[in-house]
């Protein structure tokens, strides 16, 4: 089995991206903090998950562990398999998701790819007790504050990217604070 891997991004296509090792060049599949915090010509060792079965062999590359553990359980819920697992941490940061489980924000994860109501709702029942030792030291606890929910959706709407508000979000004591606050807070950063 693959853990991790050291290249170096070649270039980014629509859903994958090429990274070379030494004379080979692989496509892969990369992570929302893959896509995000890095460039083509950027080495990096990565964490890595190779998927194989009878029609298809897939590499799925991570830039941490927690992005790695999040894919690994995610592709064991039933009716998720590695590809829908890898759509929903592209379009997400790990502990972006891990929030929302533990929120069991299901409005949220409708929001993914490959993901509806009843998925999200199946999600929650499978993962709710799958990444305790990810939420004991982070600021989850706002998150599933209803006015931080509201607050996030009202950005949204104003067209600020998730990742961007969740960034303000976490730097912010959010404790005790109106909805209209949080956002109003949250404009003055971003």
């Known amino acids: 089995m693959i853990r991790k891997i050291n290249a170096t991004i070649e270039d980014f ?56 553990d999040v894919f690994e359980s995610l592709k064991k819920v039933s009716k998720i398999g590695p590809r829908i697992a890898s759509k929903i941490l592209r379009k997400t940061d790990a502990k972006e998701f891990i929030e929302m489980i533990n929120a069991q924000d299901t409005t949220l994860l409708s929001n993914l790819p490959g993901i509806g109501r009843k998925t999200a709702e199946r999600l929650i029942s499978e ?6 030792a990810y939420s004991a030291g982070g600021n989850t606890q706002s998150y599933g504050n209803k006015n ?6 009202a950005l949204e709407a104003l067209g600020f990217q998730r990742h961007e508000i969740m960034k303000v979000i976490g730097q912010l004591d959010l404790e005790e604070q109106k909805t209209e606050e949080i956002i109003k807070e949250c404009l003055t950063r971003l």
Do not use: C, H, Q
């Open 148 to 153: 931080v929910k509201e607050a996030i959706e």
């Open 127 to 132: 993962l709710s007790n799958s990444f305790n």
């Open 13 to 68: 296509e629509d859903e994958k991206v090429l990274i070379k090792i030494g004379a080979l060049t692989l496509e892969a599949y990369p992570s929302f903090n893959v896509i995000r915090y890095l460039k083509k010509g950027d080495k990096y060792e990565f964490f890595a998950s190779l998927e194989m079965n009878e029609w298809n062999t897939s590499l799925y590359i991570f830039k941490d562990k927690i992005e790695r």
